[in-house]
Antibody, heavy 124, light 110 residues
Framework: QLQLQESGPRLVKPSETLSLTCTVS??????????WGWIRQPPGKGLEWIGS???????YYNPSLKSRVTISVDTSKKHFSLRLSSVTAADTAVYYC????????????????WGQGTLVTVSS | QSMLTQPPSASGTPGQRVTISCSGS????????VNWYQQVPGTAPKLLIS???QRPSGVPDRFSGSKSGTSASLAISGLQSEDETDYYCAAWDDSLNVVVFGGGTKLTVL
């Protein structure tokens, strides 16, 4: 059974960089046709797609966050990572990693496996 | 950034059939398939419907999805108490180049 697990600091100071890692187990991060994404959810609010990556390194970013976001993948360590720079209180959210098939630009990616999510708070 | 419009709440009685709507535009629902997620508060969303009307393995056939033009719907028949939670629709937007989600609908089983 595929499992995803987010890890990283739960508290980040304003203007600093948020860094999270999603470790994949029970399956291969390098499997052809699978993409790996990040989605966030501010407390009490809806879902926002941050971006996705293919094991080859191809990335797809939410244009509203693109200038601050970097998603990378390390197939040898079976994980992919999110970096969000210059954070503010508005970036406080539960961050989820998830798997999907279908490149985002071709059709709506169905996120079929999710991590449990991790709450990251931006505060001094 | 909700580009898809869902009613904030919906309700029904046990055994009843309820529908949740999701309204978009030609650049999202009108051009791409719609996925639906169920989210119990405090847990990760669960994929309920993909490709407008496909149920992933393990999803009861009480749940069904449909799409017409720039709108989509999630139908839940034989409503059960455990269906009381939040539901989100999602679609790719060709103009914004982003996955857009609806604002979510809280379903109450009376």
């Amino acid at each position: 059974q595929l499992q995803l697990q987010e890890s990283g600091p739960r508290l980040v100071k304003p203007s600093e960089t948020l860094s999270l890692t999603c470790t994949v187990s029970g399956g291969s991060i390098s499997s052809s046709g699978y993409y790996w994404g990040w989605i966030r959810q501010p407390p009490g609010k809806g879902l926002e797609w941050i971006g996705s990556i293919y094991y080859s390194g191809s990335t797809y970013y939410n244009p509203s966050l693109k200038s601050r976001v970097t998603i990378s993948v390390d197939t040898s360590k079976k994980h992919f990572s999110l970096r969000l720079s210059s954070v503010t209180a508005a970036d406080t959210a539960v961050y989820y990693c998830a798997r999907h098939i279908t490149p985002p630009v071709l059709d709506t990616p169905p996120f079929d496996y999710w991590g449990q999510g991790t709450l990251v708070t931006v505060s001094s | 950034q909700s580009m898809l419009t869902q009613p904030p709440s919906a309700s029904g009685t046990p055994g009843q059939r309820v529908t949740i709507s999701c309204s978009g535009s030609s650049s999202n629902i009108g051009s791409n398939t719609v996925n639906w997620y169920q989210q119990v508060p405090g847990t990760a969303p669960k994929l309920l419907i993909s490709g407008n009307n496909q149920r992933p393995s393990g999803v009861p056939d009480r749940f069904s999805g449909s799409k017409s033009g720039t709108s989509a719907s999630l139908a839940i028949s034989g409503l059960q108490s455990e269906d009381e939670t939040d539901y989100y629709c999602a679609a790719w937007d060709d103009s914004l180049n982003v996955v857009v989600f609806g604002g979510g609908t809280k379903l109450t089983v009376l």
